[in-house]
């Protein structure tokens, strides 16, 4: 039973690295312009949104 639910999280996790990626690269795209326009509101919070991504990405590569 072990073996099965770590096969589904190791495949769930497999699609979500491919997602997570594109939404690193619009959340980078985001940070551009608002640093751009020296928002710095929305650097901020592109930061905060960066950091969360990061750090799901981290754990599904490990």
Known sequence: M???VQTFIRKD????????????????????????DEDLVMIKKTKQRLEKLRQELIQLEV
Do not use: K, W
């Not at 979500?16 to 608002?34: F, G, K, N, Q």
């Open 2 to 4: 072990e073996q099965l």
């Open 13 to 36: 996790g497999e699609l979500r690295i491919p997602v997570l990626r594109l939404e690193i690269d619009y959340e980078l795209a985001t940070l551009h312009d608002a640093m751009l």
